[in-house]
């Protein structure tokens, strides 16, 4: 894809050359508009490195090549600009086109976004609000200031903006307005308060999963028992045990689930406290305790519901997956198997089985997995 980045004059600027990477890494050809107060924080230098294309700027409009803001804006597929300062945003939104990158804004007909930066007082300021409703923007996080105020303003970070931008190119009518919750990680089961019986699941294939609906263009819930860094767009729910994990899908209301969590299917007993090594002894035998089954708990749900097998018995592992599929009246079932593809690596090759079909994704990142699971439960 071609994508055109606009940045002006804000310190956050330093992002965008994280944010170029990213582009740059996912295969697509990147090229910037800079702004006078822009060059100011930064040289276009710097930009020409990271993308490899000649950075446009008022000092190298150029009407007998395709350097000028007409021709830069037919190019691109997406301009985002990032960062947006107030100034930007307060003239974009009211058409004034007084300078190269706003010539540009309101010349492309390709989706625009504005990763708004400013300190709070500017960001808050009545007419900076009125101009956010009439552009396409990604909200600015809270924290402290690059001023040292501390509040709103912090442009959105260079992932969150990556996959804004994702979502504006991939949306998918089919997707908008579902609501898709996915579970990942692995479930923590207290033996008491300081120590938990736990698996070996990374959260990575629930983590991929849930950017590639977000990127569809879904609603999407991550419910899950690790830290994901992704966008604040993505609604993040932080859990331990099985029954946290089944109240949340509950809450969440999904129309699709899709539980790619590895839950404990036994549970130790719990005590509250801390056990004493002393009154242990020798040996401490853990009593456990068969767990909620919580896709069989979901059985007669009304929503889809899509179950991760992770097997090691290469020999049965269809015939396990199709036991799930009908005993816990899913729709499908993603097959995993370990002894490819061990817990935690960032690649993964998946057996998509449903009723009628089994699809084989072979080989590929856990990023391209999802997106090609995203696109096959869309049709069962
Ligand atoms: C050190 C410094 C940091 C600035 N940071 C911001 C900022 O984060 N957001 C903002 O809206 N303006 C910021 N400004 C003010 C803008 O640079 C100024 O409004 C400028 O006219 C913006 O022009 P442009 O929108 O054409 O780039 C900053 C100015 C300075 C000197």
């Given at each position: 894809m071609n994508i055109l980045i606009g940045v002006t004059g804000s310190i956050a600027i330093y992002k965008t050359c994280e944010l170029i990477r990213l582009f740059v890494k996912n295969g697509d050809s990147v090229r910037l508009v800079m702004?006078?107060?822009?060059?100011?924080?930064?040289?276009?230098?710097?930009?020409e490195t990271l993308t490899r294309q000649k950075v446009l700027i008022e000092q190298n409009e150029d009407?007998?090549?395709?350097?000028?803001?007409?021709?830069?804006?037919?190019?691109?597929?997406?301009?985002?600009?990032?960062?947006?300062?107030?100034?930007t945003v307060n003239k974009a939104a009211n058409g004034i086109a007084d300078n190269l990158l706003l010539q540009t804004y309101l010349a492309c007909t390709a989706p625009v976004l504005f990763a708004p930066s400013a300190n709070t007082n500017m960001y808050n300021h009545p007419t900076t609000q009125e101009s956010f409703k009439k552009l396409n923007i990604i909200e600015a996080n809270a924290g402290l200031l690059a001023c040292g105020d501390e509040g709103i303003g912090k442009m959105a970070e260079p992932e969150e903006i990556f996959?804004?931008?994702?979502?504006?190119?991939?949306?998918?009518?089919?997707?908008?307005?579902?609501k898709v919750t996915v579970t990942a990680g692995g479930s923590i089961e207290k033996i008491d308060d300081v120590r938990f019986v736990s698996n070996f699941s990374s959260g990575k294939m629930g983590e991929a999963l849930a950017k590639a609906f977000y990127i569809k263009g879904a609603d999407v819930t991550l419910i899950s028992s690790k830290e994901h860094n992704i966008t604040k767009e993505i609604k993040q729910i932080k859990v331990q045990s099985a029954e946290d994990y089944y109240r949340e899908i509950l809450n969440s209301d999904p129309d699709y689930l899709i539980m790619a969590a590895a839950i404990s299917d036994f549970k130790p007993s719990y005590t509250s406290g801390k056990l004493k090594k002393e009154q242990i002894g020798e040996?401490?035998?853990?009593?456990?305790?068969?767990?909620?089954?919580?896709?069989?708990?979901?059985?007669?749900?009304?929503?889809?519901?899509?179950?991760?097998?992770?097997?090691?018995?290469?020999?049965?592992?269809?015939?396990?997956?199709?036991?799930?599929?009908?005993?816990?009246?899913?729709?499908?079932?993603?097959?995993n198997l370990l002894t490819k593809n061990d817990f935690g690596s960032d690649e993964n090759e998946i057996i998509f089985i449903t009723n009628n079909s089994e699809t084989v994704?072979?080989?590929?990142?856990?990023?391209?997995?999802?997106?090609k699971i995203a696109d096959a439960v869309k049709h069962i």
């Open positions: 702004s006078q107060a822009a060059a100011k924080f930064i040289s276009p230098l710097t930009f009407w007998s090549s395709e350097m000028n803001h007409i021709d830069y804006a037919k190019w691109t597929d997406i301009y985002i600009i990032a960062p947006a300062t107030a100034n996959l804004r931008a994702l979502r504006e190119l991939n949306k998918d009518e089919f997707w908008q307005n579902k040996k401490m035998i853990l009593e456990m305790n068969k767990n909620i089954d919580i896709l069989e708990s979901l059985k007669d749900q009304k929503f889809k519901k899509i179950g991760f097998k992770a097997e090691r018995d290469e020999q049965n592992a269809v015939k396990y997956a199709k036991n799930s599929l009908k005993k816990k009246n899913l729709n499908a079932v993603c097959l994704f072979t080989q590929d990142t856990k990023e391209n997995i999802a997106l």
